[in-house]
């Protein structure tokens, strides 16, 4: 039921997915951060199903500052686009993250469906049924 609300608000075409691609990415600058990218790197963070970010396991308090940052930033977009395209916060999160977590290259952290971390192979990833 999930999944056909969110195809019925955002659609299934390659341009919505596009769009939904730059807007998850948007908060990117803050991505940016050399921090995150090596703990991205490191596989101690990884792309969640819900569109944020998550810890694969313990954190710093830096790194938890970064995280929480970005994890802001992200839910700031969301809310606003989600508010234009007359969905709510969490559907917009939801595709947010399946789109993000496709994005995800070989090496790094992702959340599968069941919740576990798993990491990209070359493979495409294990995709969340409520995914578009």
Known sequence: MAR???NARFGTSLAAMAA???LGANPAFAERDPAYAAAREAGQVGERVDGYLGYVGPASPALRAV??????????VY????QANNATLEEYALTSGCVLIMQTKPGEKYQGPDGSWQTRTAAAPLRDSRCP
Do not use: C, G, H, P
């Open 20 to 22: 939904l691609a730059l």
């Open 67 to 76: 995280v929480e940052d970005i994890n802001i930033k992200r839910k700031a």
């Open 4 to 6: 056909n609300l969110i």
């Open 79 to 82: 809310a606003q686009k989600a």
